[in-house]
């Protein structure tokens, strides 16, 4: 007599079973579906609780003991990965005064939105730079970088990296340097010069393949003027879906400020009610200043100054705003554009 489960199998169940203990599967079985989209959920951290959090983290742990403090915004359904969607880092610092973040280098790309104090400084392969509430600032891969805090407060600024991409390529490397702080060997303001005043260096030319983005520093006094310009332009229109989005450029080749995130600043005017949109980009959100509502598929969400929003791949979502909002993002767009990934699509109401 056969067994019920003897029963039910059949010649081709039979082949799957035998060939699973060597590591073969059959396409024809394969579970995961070809859809766009992830496991990841769009999901807001509240500067109203991560703030708390981080003056108490100043309390438990020393920034030498802890390197950078960084509280890790994780993708609730990537608990434990260190991520807050497949593609991207992103984590919120703070630096409290007379500290020091030591230097070290890494591969992942690091990008850096400023979001509360003042005094505090990057340094970036020898060029130190000031940094305010709003600016953006570009740590590209293997690039010596230490952080210090000369004000008299805290100082807040949201870490953006590539790291799921070098975990993705099994080709993350790190070293410290061997002292706290890395020689300065430039004038302050020197990559502004070379590279931020629409001019460029004699040595570049357009045939050089790779081009590292050279302006370390975006000031948040630039980004927003030119954004209020715009929204006072009548010959401007207004992106129906994104309010007036700027993105943030390489000025040497226009190009993304890395090979794999694109970062941006966006202004909804005030009562801006944008269309419901998707995209494969996974983008995570930080408001500079005003506040929004974002429609979700299955709800609506809340957003203020300093609060974190994280939109996974096709995930419908759309603005609204009473207020006069502005809002840094960045997002994995570089890396799915060059690679051919990258779609959008706006949809009706
Ligand atoms: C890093 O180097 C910094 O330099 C911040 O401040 C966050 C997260 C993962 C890996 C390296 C920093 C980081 C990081």
Not at 198 to 220: I, M
Not at 287 to 296: D, E, F, H, P, S
Not at 307 to 328: H, K, R
Request: charged residues 20%; hydrophobic residues 35%.
């Amino acid at each position: 007599m056969k067994g019920p489960n003897e029963m039910s199998q059949t010649p081709l169940s039979l082949f799957s079973d035998r060939i699973s203990p060597l590591s073969i599967s059959p396409l024809w079985e394969r579970k995961i579906k070809m859809v766009p989209g992830s496991q990841c959920v769009p999901h807001v951290w509240p500067y109203s609780v991560m703030r708390p959090l981080l003056d108490e983290s100043t309390h438990l742990i020393e920034k030498k003991e802890a390197d950078r403090r960084v509280l890790m915004m994780e993708n609730p359904s990537l608990r434990g990965s260190s991520f807050i969607s497949n593609s991207l880092f992103a984590g919120l610092q703070i630096i409290m005064p007379g500290e020091i973040a030591p230097s070290h280098r890494h591969s992942p790309n690091a990008l850096r939105f400023v979001m509360d104090g003042e005094g505090a400084y990057t340094s970036v392969n020898g060029e130190k730079v000031s940094i305010y509430p709003g600016d953006f600032i570009v740590t590209p891969a293997w690039s010596w970088h230490d952080h210090g805090n000369l004000g008299n407060g805290a100082v807040v600024w949201m870490d953006g990296l590539d790291t799921p991409f070098s975990s993705l390529f099994g080709a993350h490397f790190r070293e410290n340097y061997p002292e706290d702080i890395f020689p300065i060997s430039k004038q302050h303001g020197n990559s502004y010069a070379q590279y931020g005043s629409n001019l460029a260096p004699l040595s570049f030319t357009h045939t050089h393949e790779q081009n590292p983005c050279s302006l370390l520093h975006y000031s948040f006094d630039k980004t927003r003027d030119a954004l209020l310009s715009l929204a006072k332009d009548d010959g401007v229109k207004i992106d129906l879906a994104h309010g007036f989005k700027l993105r943030y450029v390489n000025p040497l080749d226009g190009s993304y400020p890395f090979k794999t995130m694109a970062a941006f600043m966006q202004l909804l005017p005030k009562g801006f009610k944008g269309l419901n949109y998707r995209t494969t980009e996974n983008t995570v959100f930080n408001v500079a200043y005003g506040n929004c509502r974002i429609q979700l598929k299955d709800r609506v969400v809340e957003i203020s100054s300093n609060d974190v929003l994280v939109i996974p791949s096709w995930e419908t979502f759309s603005f609204e705003s009473e207020n006069e909002t502005m809002i840094f993002s960045f997002s994995d767009r570089a890396a799915q554009q060059s690679l051919g990934f990258w779609r959008e699509e706006i949809l009706p109401i």
